[in-house]
């Protein structure tokens, strides 16, 4: 079973679309996250939701846009995409980081390549 | 949001050495965590930490917690093909978010 598991793997589009990706986490965390990770590796929070209440809002632009429909699922909507959105989006949870969890440990997904044309 | 600064950026070895990286941080946290990081693939934790000074082993890999609690080592024994990869360290402190080091890019050369 996978713990983390977000879909699709491998994301090609046009400039100017409207996409999504979809993440889910069978941990019974939480707390979930959208992750960027960039060419040079870097990797960048971008939201956290804990318990579908959104936490951190990081310096991203309007266009994208999280919903967490329950603590289990949180899905990521990019509208009007631009060639500088090209990276891997990677979708993590852990227990309850907010909530003064201790002993925590964040799980990563496989990541979604996505290229914008 | 806060980089940790990790070293080295990457290293070239031939099988069988053992390998050495750190990361340091100008804030202190209460938990360390080291990953892997696969082409293609997402971070897969290798250990966490949350103890000061707490030193914690994973087959060839040893990881220790600094005493000041602004950093933390990994170590790699008898490296291996396998071993090559980007590996991460990450803080956390209760209450905040996980940052992230700028990650060292191993490669083994057989």
């Known amino acids: 079973d996978t713990a983390v598991s977000q879909t699709p793997k491998y994301l090609v589009t046009q400039m100017g679309n409207d996409k999504s990706i979809k993440c889910e986490q069978n941990?019974?965390?939480?707390?979930m996250y959208w992750y960027k990770q960039d060419s040079k590796k870097f990797l960048k929070i971008m939201f956290s939701?804990?318990?579908?209440?959104?936490?951190i809002n990081e310096t991203v632009p309007n266009r994208f846009s999280p919903k967490s429909p329950d603590k289990a699922h949180l899905n990521l909507h990019i509208n009007s995409l631009e060639l500088g959105d090209s990276a891997v989006y990677f979708c993590?949870?852990?227990?309850?980081?907010?909530?003064?969890?201790?002993?925590?440990?964040?799980?990563f997904g496989s990541g979604t390549q996505l290229s914008v044309l | 949001g806060q980089q940790l600064n990790q070293s080295p950026q990457s290293m070239f070895i031939q099988e069988g050495e053992d390998v050495s990286m750190n990361c340091t941080s100008s804030?202190?946290?209460?938990?360390w965590l080291w990953y892997k990081q696969d082409p293609g693939e997402g971070p897969v934790l290798l250990i966490a930490?949350?103890?000061?000074?707490e030193l914690t082993s994973n087959g060839r890999l040893t990881a220790q917690f600094g005493i000041t609690r602004k950093d933390s080592f990994l170590n790699i024994s008898a490296s291996i093909p396998s071993d090559v990869g980007i590996y991460f360290c990450?803080?956390?402190?209760?209450?905040?978010?996980?940052?992230f080091g700028t990650g060292t890019s191993l490669t083994v050369i057989p």
């Open positions: 993590a949870s852990s227990l309850s980081t907010f909530m003064g969890g201790t002993n925590e440990k964040l799980f």
């Open positions: 941990l019974g965390h939480d707390t």
């Open positions: 939701y804990n318990n579908k209440e959104l936490i």
């Open positions: 804030s202190i946290f209460n938990t």
């Open positions: 930490l949350y103890k000061a000074g």
């Open positions: 990450a803080g956390f402190h209760t209450g905040n978010q996980f940052y």
